[in-house]
């Protein structure tokens, strides 16, 4: 139970860094 508690707050952060890094790249083409 605690594999599967701790594993989906760990899937949102990378998902959320993710997106951080692709809207960072995305504005670095836009310049």
């Known amino acids: 139970m605690s ?3 701790f ?5 949102y ?3 959320f860094l993710g997106f ?3 809207s960072t790249l ?3 083409f836009m310049l």
Not at 7 to 11: E, F, G, M, V, Y
Request: aromatic share 12%; hydrophobic share 35%; no cysteine.
């Open 3 to 5: 594999t599967s508690y």
């Open 7 to 11: 594993s989906k707050p760990r899937l």
């Open 26 to 28: 995305a504005g670095l």
């Open 13 to 15: 952060g990378y998902t």
């Open 20 to 22: 951080l890094i692709a």
